[in-house]
């Protein structure tokens, strides 16, 4: 990992303030933002409901910080660099088995087979390999944090709990996939979004 990145584990002494559920196109991309890693509310729905981002994709300016809240259990954060044009369908093909004509539905229960994930140009980006022997994504090729690991991370279980956070400094420019790293929540909950790092005072894209 980067001297120049920087990744700060720990239990939050203060409830934050989450960002907005969504950047107005325009406006100047801001250099912190605050993502709930699973369903803010209590209780939760159940499964696969309850296993998203919000919101599922952010823009920040280089240099600048995401913060991802932790809610609920058995979570792990996981960060890869992808193209550019890489959009949700993409990835979400590479969690069909075995052909994308016939993709598993979200909630489906095939989280132990081998899923090959490629961004939007094509490149493979993650291969999750098969459960045995573990029940985590753990692919490190390109892989900028892996927080939780093998050890899952101990998210907020009731509105009146401080939430665990990870946050994590963006030093280039690009496109980014954040993944949960427990292997159903991301190949069958779909439990992932998207981080884009624009240059310093550069506003975010108009649509």
């Known amino acids: 990992m980067s001297k120049r990145t920087s990744l700060y584990i720990g239990v939050a002494l203060a409830l934050t303030l989450a960002a907005p559920l969504t950047q107005a196109r325009g406006m100047l991309a801001p250099t912190d933002v605050t993502v709930q890693f699973?369903?803010?509310t209590f209780p939760?729905?159940?499964a696969p409901l309850n296993h998203f981002l919000d919101p599922d994709e952010v823009t920040i300016q280089k240099g600048g910080t995401v913060t991802f809240e932790i809610n609920g259990t058995n979570h792990g954060v996981a960060i890869y660099p992808v193209s550019v044009g890489t959009m949700r369908a993409d990835i979400e093909a590479g969690l069909c088995q075995p052909d994308?004509?016939?993709c598993n539905p979200q909630g489906a229960t095939t989280g132990n087979m081998?899923?090959?994930v490629m961004d939007g140009s094509g490149e493979l980006i993650i291969d999750t390999g098969t459960n045995p022997p573990s029940n985590r994504v753990n692919d490190p090729?390109?892989?900028l944090i892996y927080a939780g690991g093998p050890?899952?991370?101990t998210g907020r279980t009731t509105a009146e709990a401080l939430p665990q956070q990870i946050q994590y400094r963006f030093e280039k420019v690009?496109?980014?996939l954040v993944i949960c790293s427990q292997r159903t929540h991301f190949i069958?909950?779909?439990?992932?979004?998207?981080?884009?790092?624009?240059?310093?005072n550069q506003r975010i894209p108009e649509e």
């Open 174 to 176: 690009g496109r980014y």
């Open 141 to 143: 090729t390109q892989r």
């Open 38 to 40: 699973g369903q803010p």
């Open 114 to 116: 081998e899923y090959l």
């Open 188 to 200: 069958n909950d779909r439990m992932f979004g998207f981080v884009n790092v624009v240059r310093k």
């Open 100 to 102: 994308p004509a016939t």
């Open 44 to 46: 939760q729905d159940p």
């Open 151 to 153: 050890v899952v991370l």
